[in-house]
């Protein structure tokens, strides 16, 4: 399962639910984004990582 290397958010697991109060599996998929990063040495490398800690500046882009 794929998951945001900064701030690990992954996909959530629960219930769709219909008119009738009818129960389904439904997975809600995070909005990841594959990016190429710098580490803390130098090095850059591609990794998964949630839209919002691009916005939030969480990550520092190569």
């Known amino acids: 399962m794929r998951a945001c290397s900064v701030t690990g958010v992954k996909?959530?697991?629960?219930?769709?639910?219909?008119?009738?109060?009818?129960?389904?599996?439904?997975?809600?998929?995070?909005?990841?984004?594959?990016?190429?990063?710098?580490?803390?040495?130098g090095s850059v490398e591609r990794v998964y990582v949630s839209a919002r800690a691009i916005r939030r500046g969480m990550v520092k882009r190569a």
Request: proline share 0%; no cysteine.
């Open 11 to 41: 996909s959530m697991k629960g219930n769709k639910r219909s008119h009738s109060l009818h129960a389904t599996n439904k997975i809600w998929k995070a909005n990841l984004q594959k990016v190429k990063v710098v580490n803390e040495d």
